[in-house]
């Protein structure tokens, strides 16, 4: 698909991210973040890159947007009155849960409020067996007093969640059919549309919560969609979802749920693809913004996808960038706790009053301050009217230096230690609690303040390299411009896996793929676009975690299958350290992605700077209490060839790169600063 104009905004914590893609390269800037209305973000980014560019909105063929709505919503607990419609005796299995307990030793642990409350959780008489063969049928005289309560009632969106709905659907239509006509005048999302899969709890959890944001994101996007037009964009809006791809704005409003990680993903697709260009495919993504940072793995040039992921205290199975999150950002608050321990986060400055050193009005210590007072940022290079250094040590000394005892550069280093030790630990859990080893992989560092600790992590790490890209700060914006357009299908069906016929789960893949194709179809992606990708999740009988494996093209026969089932062995020996071939293996879920391929926009490297880079100023800066003339080099004026040596800072229009002593870095040839630590 020729592009004249490609767009990706990406809205975060404190920034909106904007990348425009043209035939002369890409252009990158930031706005100031519209909490309150994020959409007013999005627009201000469009009108400011139209300006700075000089593009005319109409020639705009590509719009992708990377949006928080349904994350903070989820997160704050402001989603719409919604309903619930469930079998009969199965009313509070969305509140019960799991028996897992993150804080076992904890007397006063709470568990997260449910999505529904139980006065708004209804029973239906009616039951399926695990094939989806009727035992009970709808009682339809029931069915129609809840859906009269429910009409009754100001709930603004419904879910219907049936057992074992996956195997049969008959039950959650029709009952979506008799809410419909008993008058129900709102959103209805149906478990075997939403999550057509196993396990009850969560399969009937997802499909609240996609119930829950449906009116929220409906709204959000109708004014965007409207302020994207009134712009004189005639592009669709894109919408990144947490699969790594992006969907129509319309998919998007019957799927919310599966935009819970739509910022994280396209910040770890857009790094998969600066890392293979480079030629790197196994790599650990650390995006650091203003509010949180977010850590994944890429292997094989993919981001590793799962359904086990976790959003705030809700476990959320639909198919996910496998991101893990934790609350430190260049925003983070710095805080003596009342044991009297130095802590960063999760509690954030954010965009609005931001750092101190922004000169906004802050006065809570931040990450991003004790940067500053060690000499290695200058917020005058990226805001104006930006605080003076006294109210920054104030503000350092009386939160922090003197209830610890500390000097203000103590202080300030020891913030940056807490901060990394938490990030630390994070890309632990996504590498070696997942089976990798670091050192076998290199670290794509991105985020207004990723660059800024990744050398030192990788060090602690034994990661051999960190890779800067030139669009860092605003990575998650470009990769909405690289991602495929991506829609997955689950729909699980138990069984032993010698119980299989060839020939009836080939027929499933072609039903899956014949949907996909009129999905993108409808798109304008032509049949030479179109790929489609075939899964299976197995499993051990008597194991109640599963493997996804990859299924071959064509018509199946039993050798393909039995060389599914050593793909899983495989995958269990690599995952887990052993496998059981003798053992028997079940089915549980089948599986296609239907993939719309984009061309990416070619990454050129503009032909200036220069190969030997004199510093544009030098500057103390502080590394492990030793105060240090250290260069400060534009990264602009680094052509690719350049090195230089720690301790330098690079510093660039969107993010910051920092080189430690006895570390060095070297710009490659398609711009990355490349740090060997």
């Known amino acids: 698909m020729n592009s004249d104009i490609r767009i990706g905004v990406d809205v975060g914590g404190t920034f909106t991210d904007v990348v425009v893609a043209t035939e002369s390269g890409l252009a990158m800037l930031k706005v100031p973040s519209t909490p309150a209305a994020p959409d007013r973000g999005v627009l201000d980014g469009l009108d400011t890159a139209s300006d700075a560019v000089g593009f005319d909105p109409a020639d705009v063929d590509f719009f992708g947007h990377g949006t928080t709505v349904a994350t903070n919503a989820l997160l704050e607990r402001a989603w719409a009155e ?39 959780r209804h029973e239906v008489p009616e039951r399926l067996d695990r094939r ?41 239509r029709r009952m979506r ?20 899969e196993i396990r009850e709890y969560e399969r009937t959890l997802a499909t609240t919560i996609n119930a829950a944001l449906k009116p929220v994101m409906n709204q959000y996007l109708g004014r965007l969609e409207s302020g994207v037009a009134d712009a004189g964009v005639p592009a669709p809006v894109k919408v990144m979802q947490s699969n790594g791809g992006v969907a129509s704005a319309s998919a998007t409003r019957e799927r919310p749920v599966n935009t819970l990680l739509s910022g994280p993903a396209a910040g770890v697709r857009g790094a998969a693809h600066v890392a293979g260009v480079a030629g790197l495919d196994d790599v650990l993504t650390m995006d650091m913004g203003g509010t949180s940072c977010d850590v994944s793995l890429v292997r094989d040039g993919d981001p590793v996808v799962t359904t086990e992921g976790q959003v705030g205290d809700y476990p959320v199975t639909v198919p996910m960038v496998d991101v893990h999150t934790i609350g430190a950002g260049g925003g983070s608050i710095a805080w003596v706790d009342e044991g009297g321990s130095l802590r960063v986060g999760p509690k954030s400055a954010g965009a609005d009053p931001g750092p101190i050193c922004y000169g906004r009005g802050g006065t809570a210590p931040t990450v991003t301050d004790a940067h500053y007072l060690l000499g290695r940022i200058d917020p005058d290079d990226f805001f104006d009217g930006s605080a003076d250094e006294a109210t920054v040590r ?37 590498s070696v609690e997942r089976g990798h080893d670091p050192r076998d992989f290199s670290l794509v560092a991105y985020g207004g303040a990723g660059p800024l600790h990744a050398a030192e992590l990788a060090a602690e790490l034994d990661v051999p390299r960190v890779v800067v890209p030139r669009s860092a700060g605003v990575l998650s914006a470009h990769g909405l411009l690289i991602s495929d357009a991506v829609y997955e299908e689950g729909v699980s069906a138990v069984r032993p896996w010698v119980d299989v016929d060839p020939a009836d789960l080939t027929e499933r893949f072609e039903a899956m793929a014949a949907s996909g194709r009129e999905r993108l179809d409808s798109e304008g992606y032509p049949a ?46 690599r995952r887990y350290g052993h496998a059981s071939p003798d053992e028997p293996l079940e089915l549980v879920t089948v599986r296609l992605r239907s993939r719309g391929v984009v061309d990416p926009p070619a990454s050129t490297v503009a032909d200036e700077g220069t190969t030997d880079p004199a510093p544009t100023t030098t500057r103390t800066a502080t590394f492990d209490g030793e105060a240090i003339d250290t260069p400060v080099y534009d990264r602009e004026t680094l052509a690719p060839g350049a090195g230089v040596d720690g301790p330098a800072v690079v510093a660039g229009g969107e993010s910051t790169a920092v080189v430690p002593p006895e570390a060095s870095a070297h710009v490659d040839d398609w711009g990355n600063v490349v740090i060997e630590p």
């Open 82 to 120: 919604t309903a619930l419609v469930t079998t009969e005796g199965f009313r509070d299995a969305v509140e019960i849960g799991r028996q897992t307990r993150p804080s076992l030793y904890d007397l006063d642990a709470e568990k997260p409020a449910p999505i529904v409350e139980r006065h708004r």
């Open 132 to 172: 989806g063969d009727v035992v009970e049928p709808l009682d339809e005289d029931a069915a129609r007093d809840v859906a009269r309560a429910i009409a009754e009632s100001d709930a603004e969106s419904v879910a219907i969640a049936f057992l074992f709905a996956f195997e049969n659907d008959d039950h959650e």
């Open 177 to 196: 059919e008799l809410l419909v006509e008993e008058g129900v005048d709102c959103e209805i999302s149906l478990s075997s549309e939403v999550l057509p």
């Open 394 to 430: 104030e503000a350092m000394a009386d939160r922090v230096a003197d209830p610890l005892g500390l000097s203000v550069t103590e202080a300030a280093q020891g913030v940056l230690d807490v901060a990394n030790a938490n990030m630390e630990r994070a890309l632990r859990v996504v």
């Open 528 to 573: 030479e676009r179109r790929r489609f990708e075939r899964a299976v999740d197995l499993r051990y009988r008597g194991q109640s975690f599963d493997l996804r494996v990859s299924v071959p093209d064509g018509r199946l026969d039993d050798e393909a299958l039995a060389a599914v089932a050593d793909r899983f062995h495989d995958r269990h020996e």
